[in-house]
Structures are given as structure tokens and as C-alpha cells.
């Protein structure tokens, strides 16, 4: 009952719309959840276009963001191996970075464009994950990259009811079919989503109500090779999406490891649980 008139509400304020357009209407009879939810409304969107900007519900564009979108989706309509628009500039701490855009293996999802010609390759249950060719398909990753995202897929083929997204397996579906992600130079989009229904404790503030800037476009944008920035995504992949403990953490992460080894080689420990538990200091004299 309260998801009906949440949609009513919605319908209402979308309705009330000043600016030329058309409004199509995808309302589905049940609440789809987050992952088939999206997934399923940007398939429905691409029955009556080839090209879509989407934005999330909670998320503030900065001006700029419709034309970059816009620009981007003409300048590499016919480039395959570019799947993905980004609106979002993560990590910025990486300075590297001296054109207005520039392309990605990562894929954010919070302000972003794409092509039909590239959703199609999506696929929301991720039938291929299990028979891919582990040797080529980890290849394709850094170091520590691939254990990441295996742990992941693993847990949404297995059903697992901690994750109900659909981005996860866009992002499967660029790895798989080697493809880019065009990126701007600063940050398009600002999440205001602090409270409300898809919000949980614990999640890292940093992430939202971040600053927007307006990207200057030059009088004639070039078109550059395609090919991701590889020291971008490994600077991104270790201060964004895997962030590394610190330095005290991992060495105590260490040394319960080496404690533990030493446990069940010296005294045939099998059930190791109250040896993870104990402090540190303390398993010396156990």
C-alpha cells in the first residue's frame, strides 16, 4: 500500500512538468526492487530510442552534464568498444588527468549515457559468468582486481540477499566485451540521497552531496585513441572502489594470519574460530 502512493505521488509531481517534452510512463504492478527494477525500466526506455541519458532519482546534475552526454553519445555512436558515459569523476585526487574527458574500464552509474547497440550485450542474471575462461577473462584485471569482482558475481549468481542491484552486472558486461568509459575530467553529478527508503547506516557520507563543476568544452573536441587510462583505474580501484586498510590494519591482518598457520601446523588445531576471536596480544599465551 505505501509503495502505490509513493508511485502516485510521483506520477503527480512528474506530471507537473513545465518544460516541452513527451512523458512516457513505465509503472510496473509490483515493487521490482532495485536490481530489476532499473535494469528492466532501461530496457522498456530502449524500445522507442537508440540512445539514453539516464539519471538516478537522487541525483543533482550540474548544467553541463545533458550537453557532455549529449556530445559523447554522437562523437562514439559508431565505436563499439565505448559502452558507458560516466557523469561522475571519482577519485580526483589522481591529477593526471589533462583532457576533458577521458575513457575508463569503470562504469558509474549515478548520472550516465549509453547506446542500445551496448545494452543489448547486458545481462541482468549473469548466464555467462560461470562459463567463462577464468585464465583469459582474469587477464583483464590488476593484481587484486579480479578476486574482487569474483567475490561479487559469485555472491549475485548464488542469490545472495545481500545484494539487489543491477550495476554490478553492467559492470561484468564491460570487462566481458572489453569495453570503455568515456569519463570527464571533473565531477557532472551530485547525489543528495542521504535519507529515504534506500538508505542504510553505515555508508561512507563522503560519497554524497559532492561539488559540481561545469565542463568547458574547446571549440573543436578531439576524439582521442580508445583505450582506457590503466593508471587511473588502478589509483581509482585502490581509493575508491577497494579502498586499502591502514597500515596497522593490514599488518594486524598479518599476523592473524601468520598466527593462525602456525596454530594448526604446531597443534593440529581444525576449528580455528576462538583463535580468530582473541586479541591480538593475548593469543601468544593461549
Same mark, same amino acid.
Given at each position: 500500500?505505501?509503495?502505490?502512493?509513493?508511485?502516485?505521488?510521483?506520477?503527480?509531481?512528474?506530471?507537473?512538468?513545465?518544460?516541452?517534452?513527451?512523458?512516457?510512463?513505465?509503472?510496473?504492478?509490483?515493487?521490482?526492487?532495485?536490481?530489476?527494477?532499473?535494469?528492466?525500466?532501461?530496457?522498456?526506455?530502449?524500445?522507442?530510442?537508440?540512445?539514453?541519458?539516464?539519471?538516478?532519482?537522487?541525483?543533482?546534475?550540474?548544467?553541463?552534464?545533458?550537453?557532455?552526454?549529449?556530445?559523447?553519445?554522437?562523437?562514439?555512436?559508431?565505436?563499439?568498444?565505448?559502452?558507458?558515459?560516466?557523469?561522475?569523476?571519482?577519485?580526483?585526487?589522481?591529477?593526471?588527468?589533462?583532457?576533458?574527458?577521458?575513457?575508463?574500464?569503470?562504469?558509474?552509474?549515478?548520472?550516465?549515457?549509453?547506446?542500445?547497440?551496448?545494452?543489448?550485450?547486458?545481462?541482468?542474471?549473469?548466464?555467462?559468468?560461470?562459463?567463462?575462461?577464468?585464465?583469459?577473462?582474469?587477464?583483464?584485471?590488476?593484481?587484486?582486481?579480479?578476486?574482487?569482482?569474483?567475490?561479487?558475481?559469485?555472491?549475485?549468481?548464488?542469490?545472495?540477499?545481500?545484494?539487489?542491484?543491477?550495476?554490478?552486472?553492467?559492470?561484468?558486461?564491460?570487462?566481458?566485451?572489453?569495453?570503455?568509459?568515456?569519463?570527464?575530467?571533473?565531477?557532472?553529478?551530485?547525489?543528495?540521497?542521504?535519507?529515504?527508503?534506500?538508505?542504510?547506516?553505515?555508508?561512507?557520507?563522503?560519497?554524497?552531496? !559532492?561539488?559540481?563543476? +561545469?565542463?568547458? *568544452?574547446? =571549440?573543436? $573536441?578531439?576524439?582521442?585513441? %580508445?583505450?582506457?587510462? #590503466?593508471?587511473?583505474?588502478?589509483?581509482?580501484?585502490?581509493?575508491?572502489?577497494?579502498?586499502?586498510?591502514?597500515?596497522?590494519?593490514?599488518?594486524?591482518?598479518?599476523? !592473524?594470519?601468520?598466527? +593462525?598457520?602456525? *596454530?594448526? =601446523?604446531? $597443534?593440529?588445531?581444525?576449528? %580455528?574460530?576462538?583463535? #580468530?576471536?582473541?586479541?591480538?596480544?593475548?593469543?601468544?599465551?593461549?
Amino acid at each position: 500500500m505505501e509503495d502505490r502512493k509513493a508511485r502516485e505521488e510521483i506520477i503527480r509531481l512528474v506530471a507537473t512538468c513545465d518544460w516541452e517534452c513527451n512523458i512516457r510512463w513505465y509503472l510496473p504492478e509490483r515493487n521490482m526492487g532495485c536490481g530489476e527494477g532499473v535494469s528492466s525500466a532501461i530496457d522498456w526506455a530502449f524500445n522507442f530510442t537508440e540512445e539514453l541519458i539516464i539519471l538516478e532519482d537522487d541525483c543533482i546534475p550540474n548544467d553541463s552534464f545533458f550537453n557532455y552526454c549529449r556530445t559523447m553519445l554522437e562523437m562514439f555512436k559508431h565505436d563499439e568498444i565505448v559502452m558507458h558515459i560516466s557523469g561522475s569523476r571519482w577519485s580526483e585526487d589522481y591529477r593526471n588527468v589533462q583532457d576533458f574527458y577521458f575513457f575508463s574500464k569503470y562504469a558509474h552509474v549515478w548520472g550516465w549515457a549509453t547506446w542500445k547497440r551496448a545494452w543489448k550485450l547486458y545481462d541482468y542474471k549473469l548466464r555467462s559468468w560461470s562459463e567463462m575462461d577464468e585464465s583469459n577473462f582474469k587477464a583483464k584485471f590488476f593484481k587484486d582486481e579480479y578476486r574482487y569482482w569474483q567475490s561479487i558475481w559469485d555472491m549475485l549468481i548464488g542469490g545472495s540477499e545481500n545484494i539487489n542491484t543491477w550495476d554490478y552486472q553492467w559492470q561484468f558486461c564491460i570487462h566481458k566485451y572489453g569495453g570503455i568509459c568515456v569519463t570527464p575530467e571533473v565531477n557532472l553529478i551530485s547525489n543528495i540521497g542521504t535519507e529515504g527508503t534506500h538508505t542504510t547506516e553505515g555508508r561512507d557520507l563522503s560519497y554524497y552531496n !559532492r561539488a559540481t563543476f +561545469r565542463l568547458e *568544452f574547446p =571549440s573543436c $573536441i578531439p576524439k582521442y585513441q %580508445l583505450e582506457n587510462n #590503466n593508471f587511473f583505474d588502478r589509483h581509482h580501484f585502490n581509493k575508491h572502489i577497494n579502498k586499502r586498510k591502514t597500515l596497522a590494519k593490514r599488518i594486524n591482518n598479518k599476523l !592473524r594470519r601468520f598466527i +593462525r598457520r602456525k *596454530f594448526k =601446523s604446531l $597443534i593440529g588445531v581444525r576449528n %580455528l574460530s576462538d583463535v #580468530n576471536e582473541l586479541p591480538l596480544q593475548n593469543r601468544r599465551s593461549k
